[in-house]
C-alpha cells in the first residue's frame, strides 16, 4: 500500500515494497521533489508562506540582498537607496525606519537626518554637554582675534541683548534719525502731556487706520461693530457708562430680509435724563424699534424685532462729552 507524502501542499502516493503498478506514482513524486527543492546551482526558488526555522538555529549566509532594483554592490547587507531597516517604537503604534534622506545620502533615522562629523549640517533643538567651550569671560559676547580664533569680546550680554533681531542701524535716544518700516509691539506715547504733535502743517500724515475707540479731546470714536438681530426679540445694542453730560450720535445700518434701513440715533443725557431723537431712510419695513433709557450708570441701547427674520445691524459710535 503507498504512503501518502505531501510536498508543497499536494499529497503524492508514493509506493512501497510489494506495490505494483507503481511507475507513475514515482515518477510524479520525483517530479514534485525535483521542481519543488532548492538546489546548490541556485535558481527561482519562491515561496508560498514564510519559513520559520524555530528557536535554536538561523540562516549563516555571506550576503543578504533586497528585491529592489539599483541594490548596492558591497557589504554584507545590500539594499537600494529607497529601502528601510526599521523597528517597532516602544508605544508599539509605529514603525522607526532606518534609511538614506530621499534627497541625499544623509543617513535618517525615524526620517530625522543623522548626525556625522564631516558634513555641513544645520542641528536643531541640539544641547551640547561635552565637550563644553569654556575660558571665556561670564556673560560677555565672543569675537574672534586676530587669529581668526574665538575670544571674548567687551561687549556684555546686556549690551547684546540691545541690538538682538536688528536688520538696520539701531535707533539712538537723542540722535535725529529717519525710521522707516518699524512695527510698534507697545503703547506709543508722547513724552509730556499736551506738548507734542503728531505731524506738522507743513508735513502731514496721509492716512490713518485705527480699529477700536478713537478719542479727540472730548469726542470719542467707537469702532464699527456688527449686532445680530433675532426676531421677535427685545435685546440690549450697546451701553455706555455715564460720566457726566454726555451726547451720543449712533450711525447704523440694518438689514432684515429684503428690507433695509440706515440712519443716526442723537442721544442726550444730563446724567438723570436720556432722550433720542432718531432719523433714518428705509427700503421695505424691517420691523426694528429702538429706544434708550438709563440703567444703573450706564446709557442702554435697545432694540425690539417683530416676528419677522433675523437681521444684521453694523454701528459705531461718537460719543461728546464734558
Known sequence: MPLALVI???????????????????????????????????GLFQLTSEVDFGTNYGIKALTYKTR???????GQFRLSHVDVISWRNLANDANLGLAPNP???????NSIDLVDVSSAQTLTNKTLT???????????????????????????STELGFVSGLSSPAVGTTQAQSISGKTFTQNLIAGAHNTFDLGSNAVRWKDLFLQGTFSLGSITYGSL?????ANNTTETIFEIAISGNQNIIVTYSLSRGTAKEAGKMLITCDG????????????????????????GANIRLRYTSDNGTTGSMQYHTEIWGD
Do not use: H
Not at 68 to 74: A, C, E, L, Q, V
Open 8 to 42: 508543497n501542499g499536494i499529497t503524492y502516493n508514493y509506493p512501497q515494497l510489494g506495490d505494483e503498478l507503481w511507475g507513475e506514482d514515482a515518477t510524479n513524486w520525483a517530479q514534485a521533489v525535483t521542481l519543488g527543492m532548492l538546489q546548490k546551482s541556485g
Open 68 to 74: 529592489s532594483s539599483d541594490i548596492s554592490t558591497t
Open 103 to 109: 534627497a541625499s545620502d544623509i543617513l535618517a533615522f
Open 130 to 156: 561635552s565637550p563644553v567651550l569654556g575660558g571665556f569671560t561670564a556673560s560677555r559676547a565672543v569675537e574672534t582675534d586676530g587669529s581668526g580664533n574665538i575670544a571674548t569680546s567687551s561687549v556684555t
Open 225 to 229: 461693530t456688527t449686532k445680530a438681530i
Open 272 to 295: 438723570t435724563n436720556v432722550q433720542v431723537s432718531p432719523y433714518s431712510v428705509t427700503i421695505g419695513t424691517t420691523g426694528v424699534e429702538f429706544n434708550v433709557d438709563i440703567n
